[in-house]
C-alpha cells in the first residue's frame, strides 16, 4: 500500500483537508490519513500540492480538434454554425485523427480522466482507446426530416453496435439538437437508450436565441438555414413552446440524459431539468464563442439542478483544459462557491455518465486516478486557487494505476 501525501486532499464531497495523505492499493483508493500514517505503508510525498480526482470534462467533440483557431467568435449562433457547416465539407480524415491525438494528449496533461465526447463518425473511440481517457462517447443522430427517422437511427444503432467498446469506454446515442432532429427521432432514440447500451443520452438544449425562435414559432434563421440545406420538413409541426418542455413532451428529459448548455431556459425550464434529474452540462466559453451568450450559472446552481462542465469543442474554445473552463464558470459566477464548480467537474461529470462509483471523488474503494496539482501559495484558499486557472505544467497524474 502506498500512502500519497500532500499539502490539501480534496476528497470533493466534503471539504479540503490540510496535509493529508490518500491511501492506495493497486488500482483502488483506500482511505483518506492523517499523519501519523499506517506504519505499513510507503509514503511518497507530493509535497506542496494539491491532491484531487482527475477532472471529467462532459462535453467535447473530439472530433472536430482539426478546427482549432478556424472558427472565429461570432455575435449570432447561427452564424457560428454557418462557418462550420463550411469548413466540415472540407474534413480530411486523416486531418482529424492527427488532431485528436493531439488533442487528447492535451485532455489527459491537463488532469481530465473521463470525456464526454460526441461524435458523427466514431472516429474519436480508436484515439480514445489508445489513449489512458475513459467516458462515454455518444454517436450524434441528426435528421430532421420525418421520412428518414427509420434509415437514421437504424445506421447510427448499426455504427454504435460495430464499435469495439469496454468498461472504461462506453457508447451512446445522443440527439443533436431541437431543431435538428426530428419528433420520431427524439422517440426512438428515447426508446434505445432506456433499455440498450449506457443508458445514458445527450442532447444540446436551450442553447440560443434562434433555437427558441424556432421551437416556438417555426421560423426565423434556423427555417431559412433548414431550408439552405435542403432538409426542411414542411410537416413539421411548431412545437409552440420553450425547447425544454418541447423535448420533455417527447420523453427525452430523464435520469441519463444530460442537456448541454441550457443558456436559454428558464426559471420553469430549470425546475423541470431538476425534476428529470437531468444533468445540465455548461460550456461557458463556448457558449461566449458561438454568441449563444452568457450562462445563467447562479440560476443553475441556485435551482438545484446538477450541473456538470464542459469544454466543448476546439471549434469554440480555445483548449481543451477544463481547469480553464472553471475558472470562466468562476469569473461569471463569483457567487457560486468553487467547492460547488470543483464538484460539477468532478464527481457530477462522473455519475453523469455513468461512472459515479469508480471516479469524482477519493472516497475508499473507487479508482485511484488522481492529479496532483502543484501549488497553492501559503494562506491562500485552495478551492478558489483550483478554479482561478491551472496550467497543465501545474498538474502530475500521481498513480502508475491512473490509467481509467
Ligand atoms: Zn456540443
Redesign the pocket.
Known amino acids: 500500500m502506498i500512502v500519497y501525501r500532500a499539502a490539501w486532499v480534496l476528497p470533493i464531497t466534503g471539504p479540503p483537508i490540510s496535509d493529508a495523505g490518500v491511501s492506495v492499493d493497486a488500482d483502488r483508493i483506500v482511505g483518506i490519513h492523517k499523519a501519523p500514517f499506517p506504519a505499513s505503508a510507503k509514503v511518497l510525498d507530493l509535497g506542496h500540492a494539491a491532491l484531487l480526482p482527475g477532472l471529467v470534462n462532459a462535453?467535447t467533440?473530439l472530433e472536430l480538434s482539426w478546427l482549432r483557431g478556424r472558427v472565429a467568435p461570432r455575435a449570432r449562433f447561427i452564424d457560428w454554425v454557418r462557418d462550420l457547416v463550411r469548413l466540415r465539407r472540407d474534413e480530411a480524415p486523416s486531418a482529424v485523427r492527427e488532431a485528436m491525438s493531439g488533442a487528447l494528449a492535451e485532455v489527459r496533461s491537463s488532469g481530465t480522466a473521463l470525456v464526454g465526447d460526441?461524435s458523427n463518425t466514431l472516429a474519436s473511440v480508436k484515439p480514445l482507446l489508445d489513449s489512458r481517457i475513459g467516458g462515454v462517447v455518444f454517436r450524434e443522430v441528426i435528421g430532421f426530416q420525418r421520412s428518414r427517422a427509420d434509415e437514421v437511427f437504424r445506421q447510427a444503432v448499426a455504427d454504435l453496435d460495430a464499435a469495439a467498446w469496454t468498461t472504461s469506454l462506453r457508447g451512446g446515442l445522443a440527439a443533436h439538437a431541437p431543431y435538428s432532429v426530428s419528433a420520431p427521432l427524439f422517440q426512438s432514440i428515447v426508446r434505445s437508450f432506456v433499455k440498450d447500451h449506457v443508458g445514458i443520452t445527450s442532447v444540446?438544449l436551450a442553447e440560443s436565441a434562434e433555437e427558441v425562435e424556432f421551437v416556438r414559432t417555426g421560423d426565423g434563421p434556423w427555417k431559412v438555414l433548414l431550408e439552405e440545406l435542403n432538409v426542411w420538413d414542411p410537416s413539421w409541426e411548431t412545437p409552440r413552446c420553450g425547447p425544454v418542455e418541447y423535448v420533455d413532451r417527447l420523453g427525452y428529459l430523464r435520469p441519463g440524459t444530460l442537456a448541454?448548455h441550457g443558456v436559454q431556459t428558464t426559471h420553469d425550464d430549470l425546475a423541470t431539468l431538476k425534476r428529470r434529474e437531468v444533468t445540465l452540462v455548461t460550456?461557458p466559453r463556448s457558449n461566449l464563442w458561438t454568441g449563444a451568450g452568457t450562462p445563467p450559472l447562479h440560476s443553475f446552481f441556485e435551482a438545484g439542478v446538477r450541473v456538470a462542465i464542459g469544454t466543448?469543442?476546439l471549434a469554440s474554445a480555445p483548449d481543451l483544459n477544463l481547469f480553464s473552463e472553471l475558472a470562466e464558470a468562476r469569473r461569471l459566477a463569483p457567487g457560486v462557491t468553487a467547492r460547488d464548480l470543483l464538484r460539477a467537474a468532478t464527481l457530477n461529470g462522473a455519475q453523469a455518465l455513468g461512472f459515479g462509483t469508480e471516479h469524482g471523488s477519493i472516497e475508499p474503494g473507487k479508482r485511484a486516478a488522481l492529479i496532483a496539482v502543484d501549488g497553492p501559495p501559503a494562506g491562500e484558499d485552495v478551492e478558489e486557487y483550483l478554479v482561478s486557472g491551472v496550467t497543465s505544467s501545474q498538474v502530475r497524474w500521481v498513480t502508475e494505476y491512473s490509467d481509467v
Request: aromatic residues 0%; contains cysteine.
Open positions: 462535453h467533440h460526441i444540446h448541454v460550456c466543448d469543442s
